[in-house]
């Protein structure tokens, strides 16, 4: 994610939904850019087959559904006009399809959007927090996508955490995290749980001084040799503590120094960790995934997955450009 000129909000006019409206036009504030308004309009293929077969003089291609896709265009403009600011407003666009992920990414793929914003939940949301679409929107996305949940607008953002194991995979999502950062003006948290079966040790009550000392060690250097691979983001550690630095980031013509902190916590179930932490202490989560393999075989297993259907707070999704291709 280098840049958001262009943002598409898929909608189906709920609520939820309209959340997005509001946190894609005041990202745009800070970004600047355009924001497009997408809404699908589900087949109706057995109608479709039944009028053909009993021979009705009329057609839904030619003449019901031009007409559903005219007032469904009218529709989203009013909710551009509405909701968008007139810098940030763009296009409405109103497609048929008959699963409404498969027809968002396919347009978003083919004009190349710098990132999805979608409300976490729809009109048929349930006791998940990021409802289906959104879900299938966010494992099969080659674009970063932001479920959009909560309250927090970006301009609030004062934290933004990113849950890694500090494996090179779930670092990737710091870059991203950084662009956010630097442009919001806040920090980031990279935050580790160490679950109790585990073997790392993490809670200064229940470990030594020199094993904490050799893990924060082990952290730094973790980071150290990650970001030395990337000329464009230098790391300087504060007073030789492990545990805090500062991000300088060069991107085109401009230069953030965002700080860093680095938490770690024991617990019996890493996801619980991560989203009790962040509805205290953070307005944004960054994440990498695989994508087409689900989100199962990610950094810790089924914790990314599990992150994304409960965080309370809007969560980006990134995927490394390594993962393109993979169980494609």
Known sequence: MKKLNRILVPTDFSEESRKAYSYANSLLNVFGGKVDIINVIPTIRYLHESMKKVGYPFSLDQDVYPHIVEDTEDRIKEELDKYIHEDHRGE???????????????????????????GAQGLHADHIIRGHVTEKVIRYSKIPVLSVSGNVMPESTGNILVPTDFSDFSLK?????????????????????????????????????????????????????????????????????SDKFTLHLERDDEQYQIPVKVEQVRGISAHYEIVDYAE?????????????????????GSTTEKVIQWAKIPVLTTRPKEAHGKHE
Do not use: C
């Open 92 to 118: 409405a666009v109103a497609k048929i399809g008959r699963k409404a992920y498969e027809t968002i990414l396919e347009w978003a793929h083919q004009q190349k959007y710098d990132l999805i914003a979608m």
């Open 280 to 300: 205290e202490h953070a307005d944004m989560i960054v994440i990498a995934t695989h994508g087409r393999s689900g989100l199962l075989h990610i950094f810790m």
């Open 173 to 241: 999502a710091v870059l991203p995290a950084a662009i956010m950062a630097g442009r919001l003006k806040s920090e980031i948290t990279l935050f580790h749980v160490s679950e109790l079966h585990g073997s790392e040790p993490t809670d200064q009550e229940d470990v030594s001084p020199d094993a904490m000392r050799e893990f924060r060690d082990k952290v730094a250097n973790k980071v150290r040799a990650f970001f030395a691979e990337r000329p464009k983001a230098k790391v300087k550690f504060e007073n030789g503590a």
